[in-house]
Each structure stands twice: as structure tokens, then as C-alpha cells.
């Protein structure tokens, strides 16, 4: 197995996916990736505070990020945060797309939060 192909099993096998038209190849071996996330999703654990989550996505806009999705599982709903954009809050009925970033991305906020 080439290095190359050898560092994709690894990466593939750690659940990331790299699209090699758009962005260098990550470095594995310590856990890191050339360039920044253009969107991100964090969900909000029990142990986490909504002022917690709301910094980590300035952290993510200012570093990059065009989108940043803050799931909510106890309310329900999803924050999005763009570098263009005020923030919109989704609830049940909505829809959450992907932007300029995902254009074809849709997702019925009914089956992010099916019982």
C-alpha cells in the first residue's frame, strides 16, 4: 500500500472524508487538517452551556466557517450561524439547508429530531 493511499485508510478508518479537488490532505498522524472548516456542527451535551456552544461558533466563523450549525436536542432545534448572516433559529416544521456550501442539502428538522 503507497503512503498516500495507506494515510486515506487511516483517515477513512478515523470517519473523516477528504475531497482532494478542495483541500490538502490531512496529517493523520497528529489529528489536524491544512485548512480550516468551511462548516461546522456541534450538539449541545448536558454538560455544555448555550453561552459555551454560542462562543464556539464565533470561534469557528472567525477561523473560517461559512456555516455553523448549534444542535439542541432538549429544545428541539438548531441555531445557524453564517459569516454573512444574522443568526436564525429552526424549530420543528422547519427546514435546514445547507446554504451556499451544501446547495442541494436538505434536511426536515422532523427527522433530525424523529423519536
Known amino acids: 500500500m503507497s503512503s498516500t493511499a495507506?494515510?486515506?485508510h487511516q483517515c477513512a478508518s478515523a470517519g473523516c472524508r477528504v475531497y482532494a479537488q478542495r483541500t490538502a490532505a490531512p496529517d493523520c498522524e497528529r489529528?489536524?487538517?491544512p485548512s480550516n472548516a468551511r462548516i461546522a456542527i456541534e450538539v449541545k451535551s448536558k454538560n455544555?452551556?448555550?453561552k459555551g456552544l454560542r462562543q464556539k461558533a464565533l470561534y469557528y466563523l472567525e477561523n473560517g466557517a461559512?456555516?455553523?450549525w448549534?444542535?439542541?436536542p432538549s429544545k428541539q432545534q438548531v441555531e445557524v450561524w453564517t459569516d454573512t448572516d444574522p443568526v436564525t433559529t429552526l424549530s420543528m416544521g422547519d427546514v435546514?439547508?445547507?446554504g451556499d456550501i451544501l446547495p442541494e442539502f436538505k434536511l426536515p428538522m422532523s427527522d433530525i429530531f424523529a423519536e
Open 96 to 98: 435546514l439547508d445547507g
Open 48 to 50: 455544555e452551556t448555550f
Open 66 to 68: 461559512q456555516i455553523v
Open 31 to 33: 489529528g489536524r487538517h
Open 70 to 72: 448549534l444542535v439542541y
Open 6 to 8: 495507506k494515510r486515506q
